[in-house]
């Protein structure tokens, strides 16, 4: 069965240090996501990505944050100056009917900032 | 704007049965429910679409009023399996200004004791 695929499974960085969280989308997918979610805390919304674009971003998703489909299969997540609080496990997301079908959610990355 | 779930916890013993409410102040596009163990990606359980809509099987189901503003899901006759996190992800509109976003509830844990 397909499934979406995030590496690596836990990122230890220091505060202010740049981050790169990989996902592997299932192939023919087209809609892709990134979520976060702070420990013991509801799932939120950071980007959404269509067509190789940005299509939607939340408020958390600012300057500091960044993503790329760079080669057609991975889809990253940038965050360039990390800060205490970006301490969350973050989710990629995918789907291929927009709206009306389950979007896929990878394993997860734990990302911790020291 | 974030559904609002309850009740917050529930608390059952195997066999008994649980309603988890998804409510919300504007007409949604489409409620998607997932369950999340400790440590887990969210699991996809289902999606409601329209009103009147009630979808799933036996065990576990879901209903989608007629104003699509509140869904409920039904576990019954539940299994320690059925432990977890229960969150209820809401859609707007599909295209136009929202590409798939999943705005999510705070989340409902459900204990099952032997």
């Known amino acids: 069965e397909p499934e979406v695929t995030q590496t690596p499974s836990h990122q230890v960085t220091q505060m202010g240090q740049e981050v790169i969280l990989r996902c592997v989308p299932i192939s023919n997918h087209l809609y892709f996501y990134w979520y976060r979610q702070i420990l013991g805390q509801k799932v939120e919304f950071l980007v959404s990505?269509?067509?190789?674009?940005?299509?939607?971003k939340s408020e958390i998703f600012d300057d500091q944050f960044s993503v790329e489909r760079p080669d057609g299969s991975n889809f990253t997540l940038k965050i360039r100056s990390t800060k205490l609080e970006d301490s969350a496990m973050y989710f990629c997301a995918s789907t291929d009917h927009l709206g009306v079908d389950e979007q896929f959610f990878g394993p997860g990355t734990r990302l911790t900032v020291l | 704007q974030q559904p609002v779930q309850s009740p917050q916890a529930v608390i059952l013993r195997e066999g008994e049965d649980a309603v988890i409410n998804c409510s919300s102040s504007?007409?949604?596009?489409?409620v998607h429910w997932y369950r999340q163990k400790h440590g887990e990606a969210p699991v996809f359980l289902m999606i409601?679409?329209?009103?009147?809509e009630q979808k799933g099987h036996e065990k576990i189901s879901a209903s989608f009023n007629e104003k699509k503003q509140q869904s409920s899901l039904y576990l019954t006759a539940s299994q320690l399996s059925y432990s977890g996190t229960y969150f209820c992800g809401t859609g707007l509109i599909a295209g136009g200004t929202s590409y798939g976003k999943l705005t999510f509830g705070q989340g409902t844990i459900l204990t099952v004791h032997p």
């Open positions: 504007k007409a949604l596009y489409s």
């Open positions: 990505f269509y067509n190789n674009e940005i299509s939607e």
């Open positions: 409601l679409l329209k009103g009147g």
